[in-house]
């Protein structure tokens, strides 16, 4: 089992920066070679794929997101977070925490509203 517990969202003007951490636990879970991922789900559209940390290292940004937002693991706190700068309105979505561990595990979500 792994749980995970996404925070940071909230109200932010166009142009302005967020960091959204997702908290990880589980006894099996392994925060160092665990591949994680931000996905978002606006009002109306599927879920996406915002940015990807890999086990090996390597990242993957939704073309949307790229040189805006990054994502990194801050391994002592179990954290993956997102850092989320020049945000525009059509970022306004709920953002949702991945992972897999035999099978797909979702924090519940955090919103971010991004106002012109």
């Known amino acids: 089992q792994v749980q995970l517990v996404e925070s940071g969202g909230g109200l932010v003007q166009a142009g302005g920066s967020l960091r959204l951490s997702c908290a990880a636990s589980?006894?099996?879970?392994?925060?160092?070679?665990?591949?994680m991922g931000w996905y978002r789900q606006a009002p109306g559209k599927d879920r996406e794929l915002v940015a990807a940390?890999?086990?090996?290292?390597?990242?993957n940004y939704a073309d949307s997101v790229k040189g805006r937002f990054t994502i990194s693991k801050d391994r002592a706190r179990n954290t993956l977070v997102l850092q989320m700068n020049n945000l525009q309105p059509e970022d306004t979505a709920v953002y949702y925490c991945?992972?897999?561990?035999?099978?797909?595990?979702w924090g519940q979500g955090t919103q971010v509203t991004v106002s012109s």
């Open positions: 991945k992972t897999r561990l035999g099978r797909d595990y």
């Open positions: 589980g006894r099996a879970f392994n925060i160092i070679s665990a591949s």
């Open positions: 940390l890999y086990s090996g290292g390597t990242t």
